[in-house]
């Protein structure tokens, strides 16, 4: 039986839909996952335990692992594991991106540089310590660079990433972002990236995210996802997405042609990849090429065409089968439209439920609505928050009748979020 080596945090949907691809496939997964290596298989999946923060400590573990169970392939989800299984995959002699190109991908200021370097659009950026005195980059800064967008380098899906447009607004950012990168999750990353933050030039323009693979340096796409809601700030919250995109073929041709020459710039060759760009009159600018997949449960918007046997596959199988060598050249993605909402924390607050979930899966092309939140959990909005409410996917002939199901179906939702209250100290008498 083959096996590939997943690394992922412990929990998260698409762990889960990995396990269920390498059921169907006859596939063994080999688990890497970020817990205490002190406790004893706690969820009972052999997996070798490792340290994100750890890079050496984690690559030594997994190869010595790999001593018993040879690995045939490897695959990462998110963004924090990325490095650690390229570095395995090179210690194996196993296909994948190189371990400088994942690093590269995962810091935000190092993307900006290598492609600035290749010669690629750019925004004007400026790096600094996030800890040091804001007011150090008044000599960088004059009425036309604003508006611009303060940003950390190492985390993803826009979290701590605020729009300033005036002076002030840019202290308060930082401030904010500040106060951001001490929370008990991030701090607990260990990671020397968060002691740096980013400015750089606000983008106009459409927003389009892409999936593909990189198979031995060539580009397979699989789609162009359109972002139909305006993200101008403040902040950037993602909604929507909807694919095909209603771009000209010519037009998705030059996406595609600068999100390869961008993973290549950085260093990218072999894997799935998950870019995102911002379209304009002055060109193509991409944001990011990260070294894996699109995370969550995002991945159910989008099914593969194979040949052989003829059939629709989840995007799992799909990367299952690319780990262990085949190639996804006859891949497409499936005829019909199809898209998905992240449904928005529309405040903070502690959750206490949502009514019409029946109401809303009963909209045409809707196949699902999945609130993922937690009763009594506390939710919390961009920039500060990491998570959604959940997610409502949908599918039809037509992208414009998908986008419309899934704005119906939300519409439908009532969410219940009792504010939060401050923590009282009781003294008796």
């Known amino acids: 039986m083959k096996r590939v080596l997943l690394l992922a945090t412990t929990t998260g949907y698409q762990t889960r839909s990995f396990g269920d691809a390498a059921e169907r496939l006859g596939v063994e997964l080999v688990f890497a996952t970020d817990r205490c290596h002190m406790i004893d298989d706690p969820w009972r999946d052999a997996a070798v335990p490792i340290r994100f923060y750890d890079e050496d400590a984690s690559v030594s573990a997994i190869v010595e692992s790999a001593r018993e169970r040879p690995i045939d392939g490897v695959l990462a989800v998110g963004d924090r594991p990325t490095v650690i299984a390229a570095r395995v995959a090179s210690a194996l002699g196993l296909p994948w991106h ?21 010669g690629l659009p750019v925004p004007w950026f400026i790096s600094f310590e996030l800890y040091g005195h804001v007011k150090g980059l008044t000599p960088y800064m004059s009425v036309e660079s604003y508006p611009c967008v303060v940003k950390p380098v190492a985390l993803s899906g826009s979290r701590g990433v605020i729009r300033a447009d005036d002076p002030a607004s840019l202290e308060a950012a930082i401030a904010r972002l500040r106060a951001l990168m001490q929370a008990p999750d991030i701090r607990a990353e260990r990671s020397d990236a968060h002691a740096t933050a980013v400015v750089e030039g606000f983008i106009p323009g459409r927003e389009y995210a892409v999936e593909a693979l990189l198979h031995h340096g ?3 796409l699989f789609a162009i996802f359109e972002k139909p809601d305006r993200l101008d700030g403040p902040f950037f919250e993602e909604t929507i997405y909807v694919t095909p995109p209603s771009l000209s073929d010519a037009e998705q041709t030059r996406i595609i042609n600068a999100v390869a020459e961008a993973a290549d710039a950085i260093g990218l060759s072999h894997g799935p990849i998950h870019a995102e760009c911002r379209v304009n009159d002055e060109g193509i600018f991409v944001l990011e090429v990260a070294a894996r997949p699109i995370g969550g449960l995002c991945a159910r918007a989008l099914r593969l065409r194979i040949p052989n046997p003829k059939s629709l596959i989840p995007l799992e199988d799909g990367l299952l089968r690319h780990a262990l060598g085949e190639s996804p050249a006859a891949w497409e993605r499936e005829p019909c439209a199809s898209g998905v909402m992240m449904i928005p924390i529309p405040r903070r607050g502690v959750f206490r439920g949502v009514e019409r979930v029946d109401q809303a899966s009963q909209v045409e092309h809707v196949d699902e609505v999945r609130v993922t939140a937690k009763l009594d959990q506390l939710l919390v909005p961009l920039p500060e928050g990491a998570s959604y409410l959940g997610f409502i996917f949908a599918r039809a002939e037509r992208a414009r009748d998908v986008e419309r199901a899934l704005r ?22």
């Open 98 to 118: 190189s371990p400088e190109g994942a690093a590269i991908a995962r810091n935000k200021l190092w993307t900006r540089e290598r492609l600035g370097a290749a």
């Open 218 to 220: 060539g580009v397979h």
């Open 408 to 429: 119906t179906a939300h519409a439908r939702l009532r969410f219940a979020i009792d504010p939060e209250f401050p923590m009282r100290t009781f003294r008796p008498g």
